[in-house]
């Protein structure tokens, strides 16, 4: 993997992370929490939307709107369960 690749990975995790945690208020991890948040969701939203059937497409915003998908699902689940 290019340091190319690993800067726009991070990049992306960083945006995702920090829009899930404006939709799902309550939520703020800091910098690298969001970061990590954002990266999770990435891969959360590449497993399930194919399945799903939901295809956004390409390019670094599609990138962005999956993770943010993704991340909003894992800030959700996080909440569910802390409340139990």
Known sequence: MELGSIIAIIIVGAIAGWLAGL???????????????????????GFILPRLGLQIGGGILAAIINATIGAVILLVIIRLVKST
């Open 23 to 45: 939709i799902v208020k309550g939520f703020g991890f800091g910098l690298l929490g969001n970061i990590v948040v954002g990266i999770v969701g990435a891969l959360i939203a």
